[in-house]
């Protein structure tokens, strides 16, 4: 048990469950109360708890006191004091009273007084003050202020009969790639459960290939490891750049480019384009002869003006 187990929100109230002689101590006292542990979240299963009765608020022995297995629920309890060891019949004789409990090995402090005998409060509901509150998490505590997850709030009720539902809180969630800790757990890395983590992906570079694979980056979110350069569409038959609507070979370097045909001159008179995985060129003119004009009229700087002159 923790050394800062508290109890918080506590009510005392006689009940008398047999109708004893006028002035008698009842049989039987209701005692209603909350605890919960260091971090303020409510306790929640069975816990071992020392009541005892004292007529000082501090030190001396007990004039009554039982030890009771209390089962708590989301921080709250109700005991019938007396159950198991019977009060002394003049024990709500004296005029000052304090009740002290002990969790498991720690005493709690300080004593409780009890303002009037248990008996004369009766006819007061047991419950708690409108708008006093405890924590409450639905999730693993140890995982409460640790990175998303924070405890809720159970609010009392306007009439004071006891605390409403849970509201606030935050629960882990899947560790996805977003710097924050999800699932609040230190352990896990950040973005495991991200659904895309280690799928193919395309870099930055110009094409559409899937060259890399999705990873987490650490304070940068969902990075792809894919750092090769562009793939061009060059003219050869296969969707180089992986991009359907670009055409086969439209990026190839000689796509475009001025080219010479079949014929037997040099010249330049048409351009090249990607027919069916292979560059073509669209010079479909005649042969042009180098005659004598002064000109290189077949575009070939080695042949001699008019070396092709018919004449």
Not at 30 to 55: C, K, M, R, S, W
Not at 154 to 177: H, V, W
Not at 197 to 213: F, H, I, P, R, V
Request: hydrophobic letters at 35%.
């Amino acid at each position: 048990m923790s050394s800062l187990v508290r109890i918080i929100c506590l009510t005392f109230c006689g009940v008398l469950c047999l109708l004893p002689p006028a002035h008698a101590a009842p049989a039987l006292v209701n005692y209603q109360g909350a605890l919960a542990g260091a971090n303020g979240v409510p306790l929640d299963g069975p816990v071992t708890v020392t009541f005892a009765i004292h007529e000082a608020p501090v030190a001396g022995v007990p004039l009554w006191q039982e030890v009771q297995v209390v089962q708590v629920q989301q921080g709250a309890f109700a005991v019938l004091l007396g159950s198991e060891t019977p009060f002394p019949e003049d024990l709500f004789a004296a005029d000052a009273l304090w009740l002290e409990l002990v969790v498991g090995s720690e005493t709690l402090a300080p004593r409780q007084r009890l303002a009037s005998v248990p008996y004369a409060l009766n006819a007061r509901r047991a419950g708690c003050n409108p708008g006093d509150f405890i924590l409450c998490y639905s999730g693993d505590s140890s995982g409460i202020d640790v990175g998303i997850c924070r405890a809720g709030k159970r609010f009392c009720l306007p009439d004071g009969s006891g605390f409403g539902d849970c509201s606030g809180e935050i629960l882990p969630s899947p560790e996805i790639c977003d710097g924050v800790d999800n699932d609040c757990d230190l352990a896990t890395a950040d973005g495991v459960n991200e659904p895309t983590l280690g799928n193919l992906c395309d870099g930055t570079d110009a094409d559409l290939c899937m060259e890399g694979t999705v990873s987490c980056v650490v304070g940068k979110g969902l990075g792809c490891s894919d750092v090769t350069g562009n793939t061009l569409d060059i003219c050869n038959g296969s969707d180089d750049d992986c991009d359907a609507a670009s055409a086969d070979g439209s990026e190839d370097p000689q796509f475009g480019q001025a080219c010479d045909g079949t014929d037997s001159d040099l010249c330049l008179e048409g351009t090249r384009s990607c027919s069916a995985g292979t560059l073509i060129c669209s010079d479909s003119t005649g042969s042009v002869v180098d005659v004598c004009n002064g000109s290189d009229d077949d575009c070939d700087a080695a042949s001699a003006d008019g070396s092709e002159d018919p004449l």
